[in-house]
């Protein structure tokens, strides 16, 4: 789907919307007004017709904006700049998140968007611009900023999933250290790479446009991608503290998991000790000899006596590894 909407440049007044491609032409020559065209789900084809045919932008731009990216930047050509920027979504029933590209085109009295997927970043500034034009319509550098702020908020919900998931992770780590654990650890630290992989050149991005290196952007409004930064930045440092607090949480299970092992261990060493003078006697006694001192006596009184022997043999160890206090 393609949505067109065109606005006075003073009043910052709607004027009208989802126009033709003849009337886009037309219009980028009119300083008098700003618009922002968003194509949704389109082809390639009905997308290269506005993209080229329309707005005549840079071959290598169409180029990367029509082939998927995972990789932010910012482009500047003579009289546009190209941005990409991904956003995400929450799958709750997944346990995942999706990351969707969104590619802006920014002109003097011009914003074009891309995006394969809906996006609720799109929504919200169209829900925003229908209440309200007058607060996002002044300026594309003003849309892209609303639009980038509603993109950023979607991040909000994911952190506290991850949050969440992580609480959950370190409460039951104490009580049972089963393989359920290590492998909700090792999907958790995959997510939360991720998304870290997504937000680290995001953040190179929106520096250049918070610094004023890029022309477009007009000097009152660098104060407004200061704010996206940072709303970037904490949720970038959030993903390393949960990283950092995965590999304390597995350092502590694999610990625990240790810890089980060695009293296993314990435990067969201390029976293993304790059967020694059994074994002993037992296979002493059991050399293949005619006559042997102590057994020239009944079946039961050599019984007895074997038995004797080993049950001392035995309680002696025991006191002894008890009074060393190992076991």
């Known amino acids: 789907m393609i949505r067109s909407f065109v606005f006075s440049q003073k009043e910052g007044r709607l004027i009208s919307q ?28 009905e997308a290269l017709a506005i993209l080229d045919s329309v707005f005549h932008f840079h071959p290598l ?23 990409v920027i991904h956003s995400v979504e929450l799958d709750e029933k997944q346990r995942d998140f999706n990351a969707h590209e969104l590619d802006m085109f920014v002109g003097q009295n011009f914003l074009v968007t ?8 799109i929504a919200l500034t169209m829900e925003k611009i229908a209440k309200n034009p007058h607060s996002v319509a002044r300026a594309p550098d003003r849309l892209v900023y609303t639009i980038l702020d509603f ?8 952190v506290s999933h991850f949050s969440q998931r992580i609480a959950d992770v370190e409460a039951n780590v104490l009580e049972r ?3 359920e654990i290590f492998d909700e650890i090792m999907r958790l630290k995959s997510l939360i790479l991720k998304l870290t992989q997504i937000c680290w050149p995001q953040r190179e991005m929106l520096t250049r446009l918070a610094r004023g290196e890029v022309k477009l952007i007009r000097p009152h409004m660098l104060p407004y991608y200061r704010d996206l930064l940072d709303q970037l930045v904490r949720i970038t ?10 590999t304390d949480i597995m350092q502590v299970h694999l610990n625990l998991q240790q810890t089980q ?11 293993a000790t304790l059967s020694m003078p059994i074994l002993i006697i037992t296979s002493f006694y059991g050399m293949n000899f005619q006559h042997w001192p102590t057994l020239d006596h009944s079946t039961l009184e050599a019984y007895l006596w074997v038995f004797g022997v080993t049950a001392v043999m035995t309680v002696g160890l025991y006191w002894f590894m008890r009074r060393k206090g190992w076991w």
Request: charged content about 30%; proline content about 4%.
């Open 18 to 45: 989802d126009i033709g491609y003849d009337l886009l032409a037309v219009l980028l020559k009119d300083e008098g007004v700003q618009f922002w065209v968003d194509i949704g789900e389109a082809s390639d084809e």
């Open 61 to 83: 731009a169409i180029e990367d904006c029509l082939a998927p990216s995972d990789r932010p930047k910012v482009d500047e050509y003579e009289d546009h700049i190209f941005l």
């Open 114 to 121: 891309y995006h394969r997927k809906p996006l609720k970043s």
């Open 151 to 158: 993109l950023l908020d979607n991040y909000t919900p994911l």
């Open 177 to 179: 250290g089963s393989d």
């Open 237 to 246: 440092t959030q993903a390393e503290t949960y990283r950092n607090a995965l």
């Open 261 to 271: 092992i060695n009293r296993i261990i314990k435990v067969l060493t201390v029976l």
